[in-house]
């Protein structure tokens, strides 16, 4: 058996000798190329006839290196055996190292921060993800980096306090959905953002981008990090996390959760999500107690900015809940929503979030009797949407803010869609400044993701008085009309009482036209305004003249509502029908089955939602 150099190289050291009896498989010589070693071993088992390879010398392709003989009797020194067997034995140093290093991130290695979270009643960051998370699902990124502060501090400090420098980030699935998910360690330097975290951030908001994956960010947290030492720059506001996060708006669902403090950049971050979910005791402010105190504007509390009594009737907070368990299972119910025919990413789409196997709901013949029959009495329009939905699939946005407007997410025989409805318990269910924006925001939110909407109309129309016009009411209010006339996504209003005036077409896209479909139950009443504003308006001269004004307003209000009563209005085919309420989800899911699904795309259908 001849054996020659399988390359060009240096002979770096010969294993063997003439008169070496070898093995199958063993090695001969050993060839180094461009700092790479290379093993020429024996093909067959004999003895080592001839030997030409030099420590030292450098050879070609082909050039001999030894020659053996395979039917030769050894009768020379035997080469030591190598085990017939190459199976591991122990842990390799090098692998062990970085088990050991990987190590250090976990909360088993950090007693100490586990007990803080303790103390606090929180859970840890890599508590909060493994709940998130499927089991076993996370692939980690950047979990060995640490803290840009090796001016200050040694490696080995900074691999033990400073573990993923403050950013729990991967690829998970998420109820068996890609998803990306991150989580700020308030552990580690208060969860403060430094130059190695934003730069995984960057990593995987691009990541987001690139496969359209859904984001979870828990982001407590003191905002930017004064202490980094390692950065070549000197404000740090060249950072490209801002900007890759927000323009991830409309293209990818974002969901925000935070506990505890959230402060500057993480609040800013935060600011960012489509949906904000944060537990009882936080505080979220775009500035801390230490920048309040830089800008000379006083001493104060972490507890006393931005706490949830504030933030959450100002609608900040979209959904408030009692701790980081439950936040964690509502932002797990809040992406089942949004996942469907938009793939990967989790856009929704007419028909997003079909329910396998049968769908449980109440008895629809609930909803006849859920609107009063006296038409003055106020009702519970959320008892209408838990008996309308699938049973347990509501979850409402912003409960706390915008009182006049109910906003939520549902499912009707397993269909996802959103839900706008007027409150008659709220200034009769007229619109107001905060109604307008809550409302027309959650219509962008739902088109963005190819969510189909449905209005249940119960206004007067929209708020009036001089209070009112202080809150730029006609700017506001202007939004459910400009959003409106841009919606993609099938919607369809049906109207359960009042359909008066601007209010009501602004519950229908700007007109009962442009749905598609506009109905009403037998209970509903139409009008340009309010009865009893336009009796009184249209009437004035007589109600003063008249012995009985009380008497005639009475009479005068019903004779109007006789000719606006749903049945007599729906001859005018000013709307498509009067119906039966139990018949409202039959006409819900026929038109959002009937409707084409959601064109494919790569790229976006709004620019951005509105974080307000």
């Not at 390359?7 to 009896?21: F, W």
């Not at 699902?137 to 490696?155: F, H, K, N």
């Not at 430094?194 to 730069?199: A, D, E, M, P, V």
Request: net charge negative; charged share 20%; with cysteine.
């Amino acid at each position: 058996m001849l054996v020659d150099s399988p390359l060009q190289g240096t002979i770096v050291s010969v294993e063997v000798a003439t008169g070496d009896q070898v093995r199958a498989g063993q090695t001969l010589v050993i060839v180094e190329s461009m700092k790479m070693e290379h093993l020429v071993s024996a093909d067959s088992a004999g003895v080592v006839t001839e030997l030409y390879a030099v420590a030292g010398g450098t050879v070609m392709p082909g050039d001999r290196l030894a020659v053996v003989d395979e039917a030769a009797v050894p009768t020379t020194r035997l080469v030591a055996d190598e085990p017939a067997s190459s199976e591991p034995t122990g842990m390799r140093p090098d692998l062990a190292e970085v088990l050991s290093r990987h190590a250090l991130g976990y909360d088993a290695s950090r007693p100490e921060s586990v007990e803080r979270r303790r103390r606090t009643a929180q859970r840890t960051a890599r508590e909060n993800v493994e709940d998130l998370c499927d089991p076993g699902s996370l692939v980690e990124y950047g979990p060995l980096a640490i803290a840009a502060q090796r001016r200050r501090r040694t490696v080995d400090d900074l691999m033990r306090r400073t573990p993923a420098d403050g950013l729990v980030a991967g690829v998970a699935t998420v109820d068996g959905h890609p998803t990306i998910v991150m989580s700020y360690d308030y552990t580690v330097l208060a969860g403060t953002q430094g130059l190695q975290n934003h730069r995984k951030k960057d990593r995987l908001f691009e990541l987001a981008e690139r496969q359209r994956l859904p984001i979870v960010f828990f982001t407590e947290g003191g905002g930017g990090r004064p202490g980094d030492t390692d950065g070549s720059g000197i404000s740090g506001l060249d950072c490209l996390a801002f900007n890759l996060f927000a323009s991830l708006s409309a293209l990818v669902p974002l969901v925000g959760i935070t506990s505890g403090r959230c402060f500057a950049g993480n609040a800013a971050l935060l600011g960012c999500c489509d949906v904000i979910i944060a537990t009882a005791g936080s505080n979220i402010g775009m500035g801390g107690p230490a920048m309040i105190e830089g800008g000379g504007l006083g001493i104060v509390a972490p507890e006393d900015v931005g706490p949830m009594e504030v933030q959450v009737p100002n609608g900040v907070v979209d959904i408030a809940v009692a701790d980081e368990a439950e936040a964690v299972a509502t932002a797990k119910r809040y992406l089942s929503y949004f996942r469907g025919a938009g793939g990967a990413g989790g856009a929704g789409g007419a028909g997003a979030g079909g329910a396998a196997g049968a769908v449980d709901a109440p008895d629809q013949n609930l909803l006849r009797h859920l609107i009063p029959e006296n038409r003055l009495r106020i009702y519970d329009v959320r008892s209408v949407i838990e008996t309308l939905a699938d049973t347990g699939s509501v979850l409402e946005i912003r409960r706390d803010f915008g009182l006049g407007m109910v906003t939520v997410l549902a499912r009707i025989d397993g269909l996802a869609l959103g839900i706008i409805a007027n409150n008659p318990t709220h200034l009769a269910g007229a619109i107001d400044a905060d109604g307008a924006d809550k409302a027309a925001r959650f219509m962008q939110l739902c088109d963005a993701f190819d969510l189909p909407l449905l209005f249940l109309c119960d206004t007067p129309g929209i708020m009036v008085g001089p209070e009112v016009e202080k809150s730029a009411l006609v700017r506001h209010v202007s939004r459910l009309f400009v959003t409106g006339a841009s919606l993609t996504v099938p919607f369809f209003t049906i109207v359960l009482r009042k359909g008066y005036g601007l209010g009501a077409q602004a519950m229908a896209g700007g007109s009962f036209k442009a749905p598609l479909f506009t109905v009403a139950w037998p209970t509903g009443e139409f009008g340009g305004m309010g009865l009893e504003g336009a009796v009184r308006l249209g009437y004035r001269k007589e109600l003063e003249a008249a012995s009985d004004p009380d008497a005639l307003f009475a009479e005068l209000v019903g004779r109007m509502y006789e000719q606006g009563k749903a049945a007599n209005a729906a001859t005018y085919f000013e709307f498509d029908d009067v119906i039966d309420p139990a018949d409202s989800r039959r006409w819900i899911t026929t038109a959002i089955r009937s409707s084409p699904p959601p064109a494919p795309r790569t790229g976006k259908k709004r620019p951005c939602i509105d974080t307000w």
